[in-house]
């Protein structure tokens, strides 16, 4: 959501968004994107090899719109854009999401030899910084631009009727997470971890707000161990402020992130966090200030921490201020969007 919620913030009277994707299935956004104002627009491929064969309906695209900058998300979209912005002689920003060795061969190599294609490169946190600077170098320019959210979006969440709405008793805890279901965010282990929580304080929530390839397999693996009454998978949300404001505590088992939006939108709304330092993690919560967090090679040492929390009401608290405060400070929209702006004028000699 990170894409409707920064449009709303643009200065729509120097910039208009045109917003193209390639894969027909992820046509989530496309609604948030239409009624904040964008022009959306399915360049339809099977897959992402095939983007590739795209390149020239990209292209009169561009010319048509007379679009004069382009900003892409994800690698094969960047090395598309990159080819299309080289060839009609326009700027083109790149913004990274992950860490260059989480790629596929093909993805990475193609991404390393296309990328000084492009007039800026963008990462979203130091780490992913640091990971396109051993591929390309250390004078390859990057610039770090990290993720932001509506800080009142998020913040004063209606929590009795969110959890009215779920059945959640007001006495439960809830320990949650928002989240693509891909093999990165170790699902199963955080299923685990809920199992033996369980064990010990049989009155804890946990919900787990997402879909993806691996649903199949999260929803066998809570049926197959019986852990339906207290596991949710509500499934895909595009509005996951309900979610969040029945959640006390926010947990991620992710073997490598970028810097999570979700998280970023959970400290909003006062959530402590416990998470692997995976990516930009530990590069927003501070262990024992905003959460705690514990090496990625040992995601079941989050036990631990998470129990701590579970059993001290006045650490939550304390933490979830120090949390919504972490993100007020330095990850808000507003900051972000004044960032890309800065770039985007730059990029157009403005």
Same mark, same amino acid.
């Given at each position: ?124 946190? =130091? ?13 390859? $320019? ?54 033996? @929580? ?5 009155? @804890? ?39 969040? $404001? ?43 200030? =905003? ?49 890309? =702006? ?9």
């Amino acid at each position: 959501m990170l894409l409707p919620a920064t449009l709303k913030e643009h200065d729509r009277s120097a910039f208009d968004f045109h917003y193209i994707y390639f894969l027909p299935w992820k046509d989530q956004l496309v609604p948030a994107l239409e009624q904040a104002g964008g022009r959306v627009t399915c360049l339809s491929a099977a897959n992402n090899v095939a983007m590739l064969f795209r390149l020239v309906r990209l292209i009169r695209y561009i010319k048509e719109n007379e679009i004069q900058l382009l900003h892409c998300h994800l690698p094969w979209a960047g090395i598309v854009g990159r080819l299309a912005g080289w060839w009609l002689n326009i700027p083109v920003l790149y913004t990274e999401h992950n860490k260059q060795e989480r790629y596929h061969f093909l993805t990475r190599w193609l991404n390393r030899i296309t990328l000084p294609l492009s007039h800026r490169v963008i990462a979203v946190s =130091e780490e992913v910084a640091r990971s396109i600077l051993a591929v390309k170098g250390s004078s390859f $320019a990057v610039d770090v631009i990290k993720n932001g959210v509506d800080i009142d979006l998020f913040s004063g969440l209606d929590r009795g009727s969110a959890r009215d709405a779920l059945r959640i008793p007001d006495t439960s805890l809830v320990v949650g997470n928002v989240c693509v279901f891909r093999k990165q965010k170790r699902l199963l282990v955080w299923l685990s971890l809920a199992e033996q @929580v369980h064990r010990e304080y049989p009155e @804890v929530i946990f919900l787990l707000v997402g879909a993806g390839p691996l649903a199949p397999e999260v929803a066998a693996h809570i049926q197959a161990n019986h852990m339906q009454p207290y596991v949710i998978c509500p499934g895909l949300q595009t509005d996951v402020r309900p979610f969040l $404001a029945c959640m006390d505590i926010f947990m991620i088992t992710s073997e490598f992130e970028g810097l999570p939006v979700a998280m970023l939108e959970a400290m909003a709304a006062g959530i402590p966090v416990v998470s692997t330092q995976a990516g930009g993690i530990g590069e927003v919560v501070g262990d024992g200030r =905003e959460g705690f967090v514990v090496p990625v090679e040992t995601p079941e040492s989050l036990l631990m921490p998470l129990q701590r929390l579970i059993q001290d009401e006045s650490l939550r608290n304390k933490l979830g201020r120090n949390a919504y405060q972490r993100v007020q400070s330095a990850f808000s929209l507003q900051r972000m969007t004044q960032q890309l =702006e800065a770039l985007y004028r730059a990029a157009l000699g403005q």
